[in-house]
T-cell receptor
């Protein structure tokens, strides 16, 4: 596709369940970011992948959060044992490299009930 | 040292007025300074960006002013319109090492009143 694609666009899950959020970056982009945005709030950095380098996981809020990027393309953000405070919009962005324009997806709105 | 500080948190401007949003950074290794615009329900999108070899960049009604010595940069929206009402984020990144990723400011919610 022409842009960053995220799926699902909306996800409602029960507290305690695991969820997987998917991001398809723009083809050829080596950098991929995950951010979390609560209602009316800023962009909370979660994790950053750049090429074959070890990912920067410094923003992951707890060990319930993990992410992987397979083959340098698609990325999956996994949240285990979801809590109500995990409810937010999860945004993925990709960039040709780490220091040029980042293109954002539309986000996945996660609601934990 | 990796932070980008943005102000104000919110801003109300009358139609036709000038909107000004400010950002400051500490890490002198940053060399790319973009501004992103986000409408409700959408992901942020690049609005305008500058590199430190120039002090100003203008695209239509949007201008970035960059002060390298003060480590500050700002977004000016001239002749602000209700359609400019959105959240604006500044960001910074650099080449290599710890700066090789975009660091975002906390955002400014702009409301342009008709």
């Amino acid at each position: 596709g022409a842009g960053v694609s995220q799926s699902p666009s909306n996800k409602v899950t029960e507290k305690g369940k695991d969820v997987e959020l998917r991001c398809d970056p723009i083809s050829g982009h080596t950098a991929l970011y995950w951010y979390r945005q609560s209602l009316g709030q800023g962009l909370e950095f979660l994790i950053y992948f750049q090429g074959n380098s070890a990912p920067d996981k410094s923003g992951l809020p707890s060990d319930r959060f993990s992410a992987e990027r397979t083959g340098g393309s698609v990325s999956t953000l996994t949240i285990q044992r979801t809590q109500q405070e995990d409810s937010a919009v999860y945004l993925c962005a990709s960039s040709l490299n780490g220091f040029t324009e980042a293109f954002f997806g539309q986000g996945t709105r996660l609601t934990v009930v | 040292q990796q932070q980008v500080k943005q102000s104000p948190q919110s801003l109300i401007v009358q139609k036709g007025g000038i909107s000004i949003i400010n950002c400051a950074y500490e890490n002198t290794a940053f060399d790319y300074f973009p501004w992103y615009q986000q409408f409700p329900g959408k992901g942020p999108a690049l609005l305008i960006a500058i590199r430190p070899d120039v002090s100003e960049k203008k695209e239509g009604r949007f201008t970035i002013s960059f002060n390298k010595s003060a480590k500050q940069f700002s977004l000016h929206i001239m002749d602000s319109q209700p359609g400019d009402s959105a959240t604006y984020f500044c960001a910074a990144s650099g080449y290599g090492g710890a700066t090789n990723k975009l660091i975002f400011g906390t955002g400014t919610l702009l409301a342009v009143q008709p």
